[in-house]
């Protein structure tokens, strides 16, 4: 039997690590983002910085269950928490004043998993 689900360790590390929160704390936002992480590489988002841009409003904290990618213009400062990011992006995100988050440092910032909204 070939196990299923991604084989990257980090990334089954994480999910798992989603999904003890989420049940422990009752925030379903966790586990949301579990299951979406879960999905297979093909399927995961893959958000360019102008959807960001037209789908947030200023200083929100935006979770992406894939990767950021660099396409568009950041016009606001935004929280961007996401499993991946081109380094483009990064550059992006940090001169509109916003920050850049992996998913566990939002999990240790934010356990509750209150006032997010996510993309894809």
Known sequence: MRPTGPTNPVLRGLI?????????RRA??????????????????????SRLNRCAEEGETVVVPGKVLAAGRLTKPLKVAA??????????????????????QLLERNPEGKNLRIVE
């Open 83 to 104: 499993f991946g990011f081109s380094s483009t992006a990064r550059r992006k995100i940090a001169s509109a004043g916003g920050e850049v988050l992996s998913l566990a």
């Open 28 to 49: 379903g936002v966790w586990l949301e983002l579990a299951e979406r992480l879960s999905r297979p590489r093909r399927s995961r988002a893959e958000v360019n910085l």
């Open 16 to 24: 798992r690590r989603l999904r003890e929160e989420g049940r422990r």
